[in-house]
């Protein structure tokens, strides 16, 4: 699980509870899985609020106190911004918080970004709460810099927007599979007269459309409208899986059906099944759009 909701927690002794909590609920091994493979690249930037060139000042000495105590926690890193790769930075020197036991879920090591202190790195960032994150569990989400990586980043994230305005139109021009069965389930959730057994049933009913319907969901999962019944309650999907029910707390139209794209794409590309922030929420449909432009794939009429 890589994009994780920090910024409601008091402490960060709280947060790393929730955050092992949240790994091993919603999609457990994943992140130890992620390490065993390179990270889509796509993926990697398109998960990415924020990409930037620039040296980092790491707290060497507190990563490695760490290291020896086994007390960890997030650390503060600060990032002086040299070029700015996709996205907007609040000023040219900004922080990014680091958990020290990050590669335990496959992600940037201790050692990884010790090496990388006071050097020229590309850094792939998520914001969450007003607060930056790394924004994957792998190591490619901080690379030393070169001119070869900073283009190819530059060149994936134009060619997602363009990704982005395509299935726009292509949704906006076309009647896609199972778009009415999907826009009257909608309708439905939003209901004031629709009562918890009724919602869940609603919820299984868009999963219940299969891959088919992925297309049409995203279509129509840009939607802030409050669901009528916050509550869903699934059976677990993945392999090997001991729990007996699944439960999320779903907000909006478009956190709900984060949750049912998970489900039918064996994907977890967002992490707004519990709500989020509006820049969560736009931050998912952009993402959910590029995955259907990849997947799908429909040529677009003009």
Do not use: C
Not at 37 to 44: G, T
Not at 126 to 135: D, G, H, P, S, T
Request: proline letters at 4%; hydrophobic letters at 40%.
């Amino acid at each position: 699980m890589e994009q994780l909701q920090y910024g409601y927690f008091k402490n960060m002794k709280t947060e790393l509870k929730i955050v092992l909590m949240v790994l091993a609920l919603l999609w457990p091994g994943r992140a130890q899985a992620e390490a065993e493979k390179d990270y889509p690249f796509w993926r990697l930037v398109a998960k990415s609020y924020l990409i930037v060139e620039g040296t980092m000042d790491v707290p060497v000495a507190a990563i490695q106190q760490a290291e020896l105590s086994g007390d960890h926690d997030y650390l503060e890193v600060k990032v002086g911004v040299g070029k700015l790769l996709k996205g907007q930075a609040e000023s040219q020197d900004f922080n990014f918080r680091y958990y020290t036991d990050t590669e335990q879920y496959g992600g940037v090591s201790r050692e990884q970004i010790a090496q990388l202190n006071k050097r020229s790195a590309i850094v792939f960032l998520q914001k969450v709460r007003e607060k930056y994150y790394l924004a994957v569990y792998a190591p490619e989400a901080m690379q030393p810099a070169s001119a070869m990586l900073a283009d190819h980043v530059r060149k994936e994230a134009s060619a997602q927007e363009k990704l982005i305005q395509e299935s726009d139109a292509y949704a906006s021009g076309n009647v896609l599979p199972k778009e009415y069965e999907v826009q009257s389930l909608v309708e439905l959730m939003v209901d004031k007269r629709t009562d918890p057994g009724t919602a869940q049933a609603v919820y299984e009913a868009v999963i219940s459309l299969g891959r088919e319907a992925v297309p049409a969901i995203i279509k129509y999962m840009d939607d802030r409208r409050k669901l009528n019944i916050p509550k869903i309650s699934l059976v677990p999907w993945w392999p090997d899986a001991h729990e007996g029910l699944v439960h999320y707390g779903p907000e909006t139209v478009t956190d709900v059906m984060s949750v049912a794209l998970m489900v039918l794409t064996n994907e977890d590309l967002t992490a707004i099944y519990n709500g989020g922030t509006e820049l969560e929420r736009q931050q998912a449909v952009r993402i959910w759009k590029i995955y259907e432009r990849r997947t799908y794939g429909q040529p677009v009429k003009r």
